[in-house]
C-alpha cells in the first residue's frame, strides 16, 4: 500500500517536472525565435540573453528532479521551489506590456510556464518522498 502511494507520488512529480521542462522549453524557444514579438526590459538586448537565463536555471529543475529521487525531500523542494519562483518571473513580460497588446500565443504560452511553476510550488512538498529511516533492530 505504502509503495502505491509513493509509486504515485513519483509518477506526479514526474509528470509536474516534465509539464515544467515542456513549458519553458516552449515560451523560452519561442521567445528566442520571436524575440521582436516580446516585450522585454533593456538589460536584455538580445536573444542570447534569454537562452542564457534558460540554461541557467532549468539546471535547478533537473537538480530538485534528482535530488527527489535520493529521497532528499527538503533539498529537493527548496529547489523546485527556487526554480518555481524563476519561473514566475516570465509574468514579467507584463510588466513591459500589457496582455491584449500580446499575441495569443504569447500569451498562452507565459501563463502555462507561469501555471506549471506554480503548481510544482505548491505540490512540490506533498509530492517528493521523504527519507524512511528504518530503526536498528533490538538485540
Known amino acids: 500500500m505504502a509503495t502505491r502511494v509513493k509509486t504515485r507520488r513519483s509518477l506526479a512529480l514526474t509528470t509536474i517536472v516534465m509539464v ?4 519553458s522549453i516552449l515560451h523560452f524557444g519561442d521567445n528566442v525565435i520571436n524575440f521582436r514579438e516580446y516585450p522585454e526590459p533593456t538589460w536584455i538586448p538580445s536573444p542570447h540573453v534569454v537562452d542564457a537565463h534558460w540554461f541557467a536555471i532549468t539546471p535547478i529543475l533537473l537538480l530538485g528532479w534528482w535530488f527527489s529521487s535520493r529521497n532528499s525531500k ?14 514566475m518571473f516570465v509574468l514579467g513580460h507584463y510588466n513591459f506590456a500589457a496582455p491584449s497588446e500580446l499575441s495569443a500565443r504569447i500569451n498562452v504560452l507565459i501563463l502555462s510556464e507561469a501555471l506549471a511553476a506554480l503548481i510544482l510550488i505548491g505540490l ?16
Open 20 to 23: 515544467n521542462l515542456v513549458a
Open 124 to 139: 512540490a512538498p506533498l509530492l517528493v518522498s521523504r527519507r524512511e529511516f528504518t530503526a536498528p533492530a533490538p538485540n
Open 74 to 87: 527538503w533539498a529537493a523542494v527548496s529547489l523546485f521551489w527556487l526554480y518555481g519562483v524563476l519561473s
